[in-house]
């Protein structure tokens, strides 16, 4: 009881804004943790190509939401919350109308022209008008979160979140598994789950929208637009091209190959990109901690340099643990179509690695206000990944997507790097030689492990030596994350 109640009391001595992201990053790892226990089920229940429309449902749906939505619930939104502050729910109100009108235009567009757009986008015309109903509902939801999230008002944001979560699987589940028992004709499980997935989100988001029309009173303010537009349509470009980054792999190995490739290269690539979640967690608190110390000057760099230098060890390690773990996991989460398909981890896992790099070096452009540098280098990026998956999947499949992602991630953290080198004229803040050495140690390892995964015996000795590892240095690693966390 004793031990119960100590923990409350430094739990409740907690300060709100960590509290918060304590919170936070839990709730995130819940609604994460669902997509991957479904996985087992709809892996065994639905053909690999039912699996690739929903793989492309959210691909296009990620991609063009951006434009519907005018990435209004970009960065923009926290600055509208601070310039705001007596009027929030006006502003929210007026730029989910904004959001909306956007939504319904793209709408009218796509219906003049959905004979040639439906074709192309891959998937049926019901799929296409229930995506252009998220684009009106979801940014309510999306808006009442990130309003709840700056004022910290944890406990709402998680509790919407995760019973969300739980009822959309649930709900997916049940639809996928008996819903052609109970209707006349059959109707594709791709199709069914991603109805039943958005339903709840969807209900959510009629009722959040209602309640902020209600209690604002407010349809559109001329203020409110040309702020949020200001703000908003630079960051735009750079929105659209880095989710354009993330997502084309999926959307033209549907184009050139077909929904099955698309399936399996989708369910590989979420348990590749399961080491994110670790990620996400760690530079929710690195990203402030930057920030304070370079607000301090560059006399800090080797406060910086401390922290950065055990986490992205740490995260290598991870995406290494996980490369190894690949077999295990797929017999597990998947079914023997997608376990032929193992060899993908690798290039993905390492590829999804980089991103740890290029978030540090952005982190800094980010501190100087150097968005276009950001903007340049992933349109690059983007530009590399489309042609050279135009080029190579036709000839290898989708396994050359999984080498093209690895090669664009790397040279989106290297034109990182090369703009934060210049933006601080040459001046040292991290171990430069040690990071780009994990980097090119992540390539090569990335085309060796391939070969272990037929010598088991070898694979978990190095399992093995990465876990004993891992606990003979947990001291050194807790210190790395309580340091990001002392800000």
């Not at 709840?200 to 009173?217: E, M, N, Q």
């Not at 997608?338 to 981890?345: G, K, N, P, R, V």
């Not at 968005?371 to 396994?399: D, E, Q, R, S």
Request: proline share 3%; net charge positive; with cysteine.
């Amino acid at each position: 009881m004793n031990l119960l109640s100590n923990a409350m009391n430094k739990y409740s001595s907690i300060p709100l804004p960590m509290k918060a992201s304590i919170v936070f990053v839990f709730a995130s790892l819940i609604t994460q943790g669902l997509s991957i226990i479904t996985l087992p089920i709809f892996t065994r229940i639905m053909d690999p190509s039912d699996i690739g429309v929903v793989t492309l449902y959210n691909s296009w749906e990620m991609l063009i939401g951006i434009v519907a939505g005018l990435a209004l619930g970009s960065g923009s939104f926290n600055i509208g919350m601070m310039e705001f502050k007596e009027e929030r729910d006006e502003y929210i109100a007026s730029i989910l109308n904004l959001s909306s009108l956007s939504a319904f235009v793209l709408f009218v567009f796509y219906f003049i022209f959905h004979e040639q757009i439906q074709p192309f986008i891959g998937f049926s015309s019901e799929l296409i008008y229930l995506m252009f109903l998220g684009f009106i509902l979801a940014p309510a939801m999306n808006f009442w979160m990130l309003k709840q999230r700056y004022e910290y008002k944890y406990k709402a944001v998680a509790l919407v979140t995760v019973m969300t979560a739980v009822l959309s699987s649930i709900l997916a589940v049940l639809a996928v598994l008996f819903v052609n028992d109970f209707v006349e004709g059959s109707y594709p499980l791709g199709d069914i789950r991603v109805f039943a997935t958005k339903a709840i989100p969807f209900i959510v988001g009629a009722v959040l929208y209602a309640s902020f029309i209600f209690r604002s009173k407010v349809f559109m303010k001329k203020k409110y637009l040309v702020f949020a537009i200001t703000l908003s349509l630079p960051l735009l470009v750079h929105t659209l091209a880095k989710q354009l980054l993330d997502v084309s792999d999926r959307i033209m190995i549907e184009r050139l190959q077909g929904l099955t490739e698309v399936g399996i290269y989708g369910v590989l690539y979420t348990l590749s990109a399961l080491s994110l979640i670790v990620w996400n967690a760690i530079n929710a608190s690195l990203v402030p901690f930057m920030f304070k110390k370079l607000e301090l000057g560059l006399d800090n760099a080797a406060k910086i340099n401390a922290v950065v230098k055990p986490l992205i060890t740490f995260y290598f390690v991870f995406c290494i643990f996980l490369i190894l773990v690949a077999p295990e996991v797929v017999q597990i989460l998947a079914t023997k179509e997608y376990y032929d398909a193992i060899y993908l981890m690798p290039p993905i896992a390492a590829g999804i690695f980089f991103t740890s790099l290029y978030n540090v070096f952005s982190n800094v452009l980010l501190f100087y206000k150097k968005t276009k540098l950001i903007m340049i280098a992933t349109l690059i990026a983007v530009v590399v990944n489309i042609g050279l998956n135009f080029i190579f999947i036709p000839i290898f499949g989708f396994v050359a997507a999984a080498y093209t992602t690895l090669l664009s991630y790397l040279i989106l953290a290297g034109l990182q790097y090369i703009f934060m080198k210049k933006i601080l004229s040459g001046a040292p803040l991290f171990d430069d030689k040690y990071l780009w050495m994990i980097a090119l140690l992540m390539i090569v390892l990335a085309l060796v492990l391939n070969i272990t995964y037929e010598f088991n015996i070898l694979r978990y000795f190095i399992i093995v030596a990465i876990v004993v590892g891992a606990v003979v240095k947990r001291k050194s690693i807790i210190k790395g994350f309580l340091r990001a966390k002392d800000r």
